[in-house]
């Protein structure tokens, strides 16, 4: 039998300190307190198998969001999975720009294109509850994560399987936000820390030799159909884009066109606004 506290310093011995507790207090289902007050309890054998495939699993390089099941996002808890990218906090300066763009309207029609595990369209409607919220995702799979976030959070988004704006007809909206795949095909991170475990048509366009901004493209092409007059459209992007994403917005005939940094002083989202 070995304790818990034993448990913790064993596997801190083969990945980092914090992930291993992490690790240790979720199939212990424990918290850290608990873990510093009763160090002594035991796991049973099962429970210790258990750590040592997730230990094992972080030491080969798997993101501990996916290890867990679990990444925050907002202050939120989000269940995550292989089918999605894993949440970025430079992720809920598209959230606070959302808000800030629809706070005069009653009850805004807003939809996230490529939600993913769908923590952007989630948080939105636990923001605004007034809001009707659509998110759309062309991943099977990733619908599904995104469906059991809103149920985790009672939050009422409808969920659309399609690629970017197919499922949608010809409905206009006050806001459309988007976090697209924007990373270039040939960029070497794609290759670092835990981006291979990431869905890569999360990620990248997959365009070879190509910009990152195929699917920045379609979105911004479809504003001037697919927004409501006054309406905004708000997009994330890569910390180099920021210019050319501002191009394609005055492109599509947007204005107010402009793009704001992330607390890495970044560029890191861009919008305008159809007038
Ligand atoms: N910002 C993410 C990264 O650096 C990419 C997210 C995305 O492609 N939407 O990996």
């Known amino acids: 039998m070995t304790s818990i506290a034993e448990a913790w310093r064993a596997a801190s011995q083969r990945i980092d300190r914090l992930d291993a507790r992490l690790l240790v207090e979720s ?22 198998a258990r750590l040592d495939a997730l230990v094992k699993r972080r030491a080969s390089g798997e993101p ?38 629809v706070r005069l309207l009653s009850a805004p029609r807003i939809v996230d294109l490529g939600t993913g595990s769908g923590v952007v369209a989630v948080t939105l409607k636990l923001l605004l509850p007034e809001a009707m919220i659509t998110a759309v995702d062309v991943s099977p799979g990733a619908l ?28 206009r909206f006050d806001l459309i936000v ?23 048509m999360a990620l990248t366009d ?20 697919h927004l409501l007059p006054g309406g905004w459209m708000l997009i994330e992007h890569g910390y180099d884009q920021a210019a050319a994403v501002r191009d394609l917005l005055h492109a599509e005939g947007l204005r107010e066109v402009t793009s704001w940094a992330d607390l890495s002083r970044v560029e890191r989202v861009s919008g305008g606004c159809l007038r």
């Open 206 to 225: 997959g365009v070879v030799g190509g910009d990152g901004l195929a699917c920045i493209r379609l979105i911004a092409g479809g504003a001037a159909s």
């Open 144 to 171: 599904d994560v995104a469906r059991v976030n809103a149920r985790g959070h009672t939050a009422d988004v409808r969920l659309l399987l399609g690629d970017w704006y197919s499922p949608l007809g010809d409905e």
């Open 27 to 48: 199939v212990a289902g424990c918290t850290h307190a608990d873990l510093i007050a009763h160090p002594t309890r035991l796991l049973s054998a099962d429970l210790l």
């Open 178 to 200: 988007a976090n697209p795949p924007y990373v270039s095909d040939d960029d070497p991170h794609l290759r670092q820390n835990g981006l291979p475990f990431e869905p890569q």
């Open 64 to 101: 501990l969001a996916y290890v867990l099941r679990s990444a925050a996002f907002y202050g939120l808890e989000f269940m995550v999975t292989p089918a999605v990218l894993i949440p970025r906090p430079e992720t809920e300066l598209l959230v606070e720009l959302a808000m800030e763009k």
